[in-house]
């Protein structure tokens, strides 16, 4: 590892936790300022989904585009974008009619969508550029990078309602503007114009002709990350809301299971065994882990439907615990993709696998609403232990040895 790599990713890192940083903030922002309005949690939820939808093309495109003019350009674009999406919702009027409101809401968050991927897919892509191929180094650099951007996003629900009580709504994001504008001056100032920059696809089937390995983890991603929030984005907070819980209470709790998440996606590469070719010890602890994941959800499935008492105990609990074992799956997940993905369109690769991340997460936004509207928590757990059978059974598929 080179003393230009270790600079180029401290960089890469400060510039993503201060985007992760305002885009918690924001999430929280969004939600506290609209729930004062009486919005519902269900059209709360929409305010989200063009969010989510944009993420999935803004990953694909991100990651061509950054093989094409290179990560730090990405990076700049996306951080450019978040800033812009934030002016737009500093536009919001409170003399607008309800529906105007929303579909404004409901674009400027679909900027922001674009930008959260385009910055994520770019820093993501900077680590295997930065790390070389030191599967040791880079599944520490992969693990600390993925597991302080979710701490970090912990700590912006927290700033969130900090900024809205004491500055406001449109004061809140044009502070969050500053912040950004700032990193990005840094970004454009310290990184290399042309980091990562390789040959493109030059077409759109090249760019989807991914191996076999890459197909298989990006599929299994779909499934994790929708078993994850079809039953967090509405479920959880609506479940506890119902049992007594006031929103400052919510709002805390997931935050904090936010940043407990992210530290032990950080700590994940002490609890996996470790192999010198970087796969045939590794690819087994994903498999074993999305095992152990889909058993927890099982279990609490089952506990919600006897009605146990001290049921919201139970659930909270055994959130800490989904989330443990979440956290460790979807760390070993980031470390495989890059391990898996070629040098030379190692930003396409990656962008192509949080395509798939954000087409779970899409897919798991429209559901946690569906199902709990249905069912309750137990439709919204349903449905999230039969995604994680299916992202166990799609792990076994994967190859131990690189294509």
Request: hydrophobic share 55%.
């Amino acid at each position: 590892m080179s003393t230009a790599g270790a600079r180029n990713y401290g960089i890469v890192t400060a510039a993503y936790w201060g985007f992760t940083l305002t885009d918690g903030a924001l999430r929280m922002l969004v939600l506290l300022h609209f729930y004062r309005l009486g919005y519902s949690p269900f059209t709360l939820a929409f305010l989200f989904l063009l969010y989510e939808a944009a993420g999935v093309l803004a990953n694909l495109i991100g990651g061509w585009l950054a093989a094409r003019y290179g990560i730090t350009r990405m990076l700049s674009v996306g951080l450019a974008t978040q800033i812009t999406g934030f002016i737009l919702l500093s536009m919001l009027s409170p003399d607008w009619a309800v529906g105007l409101s929303v579909a404004w809401v409901v674009v400027a968050q679909g900027v922001c969508g674009v930008a959260k991927d385009l910055t994520k897919t770019a820093s993501k892509s900077a680590i295997k550029i930065t790390a070389g191929e030191a599967s040791g180094q880079l599944f520490k650099w992969v693990a600390w990078f993925t597991g302080s951007k979710n701490a970090m996003k912990g700590v912006g629900f927290f700033l969130g309602g900090l900024l809205l009580d004491i500055l406001g709504f449109r004061g809140a994001l044009w502070a969050m503007a500053t912040l950004l504008a700032i990193v990005l001056i840094a970004v454009l100032a310290s990184l290399p114009t042309m980091m990562g920059k390789s040959r493109a696809s030059k077409s759109a089937r090249e760019l989807f002709a991914k191996n076999r390995a890459i197909n298989l983890l990006a599929a299994a991603r779909v499934v994790l990350f929708g078993a994850r929030d079809v039953w967090f984005v509405v479920g959880v907070p609506v479940f506890l809301y119902a049992s007594g819980w006031t929103f400052t209470m919510v709002g805390g709790f997931l935050a904090l299971w936010t940043i407990g998440y992210g530290l032990v996606q950080a700590a994940a590469p002490a609890l996996v065994r470790r192999s010198e070719d970087g796969l045939s010890a590794e690819v087994p602890a994903a498999r074993l882990w999305s095992g152990l994941l889909a058993l927890v959800t099982i279990v609490l499935a089952v506990a919600v439907a006897m009605n146990l008492q001290h049921l919201t105990w139970v659930v909270v609990c055994g959130l800490g615990v989904f989330g443990f074992a979440f956290a460790v799956n979807s760390s070993v997940h980031s470390y495989l993709i890059l391990a898996y993905a070629g040098s030379e369109k190692a930003a396409e690769d990656v962008g192509f696998y949080y395509a798939a991340n954000a087409m779970g997460r899409l897919i798991g936004t429209l559901l946690s609403g569906l199902l709990y509207q249905w069912g309750g928590l137990l439709a919204a757990l349903i449905g999230s232990a039969i995604m994680l059978v299916l992202c166990w059974l799609v792990t076994l598929l994967l190859p131990t040895t690189r294509t």
